[in-house]
């Protein structure tokens, strides 16, 4: 019923900066919270970063200041902007919908599959 496909990931040295993106698709009626978070190996997933449909953003306090999410709600889009990357951010970062599909009154939650970001010199 909705698809989210992330993209942005990559290899970046560290210092560096990559800009997440994550598009959402199929029968959406409304998407309010958007989400992302990350999960080392070894480690549980983290929530990395969250803005409201008002654009109220929370960050952990890993990333404040150096992340920054935002969201295109003309193109069903969610993007991180992450800038001065350090070796600890390595993860495969997932981006969450909250999400009211048509013809169905409740929100539900979606995943996207995961994009890789290493931070390695």
């Known amino acids: 019923q909705v698809q989210l496909v992330e993209s942005g990931g990559g290899l970046v040295q560290p210092g560096g900066s990559l800009r997440l993106s994550c598009a959402a698709s199929?029968?959406?009626?409304?998407?309010?919270?958007l989400r992302w978070y990350r999960q080392a190996p070894g480690k549980q997933r983290e929530l990395v970063a969250s803005?409201?449909?008002?654009?109220?953003?929370n960050y952990a306090d890993s990333v404040k200041g150096r992340f920054t999410i935002s969201r295109d709600n003309a193109k069903n889009t969610v993007y991180l902007q992450m800038n001065s990357l350090k070796p600890e951010d390595t993860a495969v970062y997932y981006c969450?919908?909250?999400?009211?599909?048509?013809?169905?009154?409740?929100?539900?939650?979606?995943w996207g599959q995961g994009t890789q970001v290493t931070v390695s010199s």
């Open positions: 969450n919908a909250r999400t009211a599909v048509l013809g169905a009154p409740l929100f539900d939650y979606y």
């Open positions: 199929g029968s959406i009626f409304s998407i309010s919270t």
């Open positions: 803005i409201s449909d008002r654009g109220s953003t």
